[in-house]
Antibody
Framework: QVQMVESGGGVVQPGGSLRLSCVAS????????MHWVRQAPGKGLEWVAF????????HYAGFVKGRFTISRDNSKNTLYLQLNNLGTEDMAVYYC?????????????WGQGTLVTVSS | AIQMTQSPSSLSASVGDRVTITCRAS??????LGWYQQKPGKAPKLLIF???RLQSGVPSRFSGSGSGTDFTLTISSLQPEDFATYYC?????????FGPGTEVEIK
């Protein structure tokens, strides 16, 4: 059964950093691209970043502006998102999601999310 | 980046109603569009991919159509468990972009 469990969220001051993790199970992480998607409180979904199955392809949303870094360690079945220089606008639930299939780069399966709160 | 719009932003409907939600892309995206359902406090769930293909396990009352810039999600007979917010997502080109969502409420 495909499962992703996110962790690493918490309260951080403006300008601070956090590293989010997403541990995958029930499938071979090294075979699939992975996404991060976020949702601010009471707002819609916002796509954040993608990393290809081997880390060779990486894409970010425009608002990232060099502040976030997506990475993966397939040997640990883990996806990461390093968040730097956080602002109040980055406060959200961050979801990791697995590509639907080998040939379809759609976020097909989602974790339950981890909450990032930015507050002084 | 490609901009996605949805209409309506919300709607009220009754159990058994036929519901249609539209999504429009700011440029052509072929059939690279997905529809997601999200209930409060839960992760989104993929319903439709490639504009019209039903994800495994999703009831057949959900259907999708369209290509290019205009897409539609239809629920043929609304069920109590379908009251949720629905989002479209273009996965044609990075950065992927979601529509703003359509909230389906009980009338």
């Amino acid at each position: 059964q495909v499962q992703m469990v996110e962790s690493g969220g918490g309260v951080v001051q403006p300008g601070g950093s956090l590293r989010l993790s997403c541990v995958a199970s029930g499938f071979t992480l090294s075979s699939f691209g992975m996404h991060w998607v976020r949702q601010a409180p009471g707002k819609g979904l916002e796509w954040v970043a993608f990393i290809g199955f081997d880390g060779g392809s990486i894409h970010y949303a425009g608002f990232v502006k060099g502040r976030f870094t997506i990475s993966r360690d397939n040997s640990k079945n883990t996806l990461y998102l390093q968040l730097n220089n956080l602002g109040t606008e980055d406060m959200a639930v961050y979801y990791c999601a697995k590509d639907l299939s080998y040939s379809r780069a759609s976020p097909g399966y989602w974790g339950q999310g981890t909450l990032v709160t930015v507050s002084s | 980046a490609i901009q996605m719009t949805q209409s309506p932003s919300s709607l009220s409907a009754s159990v058994g109603d036929r519901v249609t939600i539209t999504c429009r892309a700011s440029q052509g995206i072929g059939n690279d569009l997905g529809w997601y359902q999200q209930k409060p406090g839960k992760a989104p769930k993929l319903l439709i991919f490639a504009a019209s293909r039903l994800q495994s396990g999703v009831p057949s009352r959900f259907s999708g159509s369209g290509s290019g810039t205009d897409f539609t999600l239809t629920i043929s007979s609304l069920q109590p468990e379908d009251f949720a917010t629905y989002y479209c997502l273009q996965d044609y080109i990075y950065p992927f972009t979601f529509g703003p969502g359509t909230e389906v409420e009980i009338k």
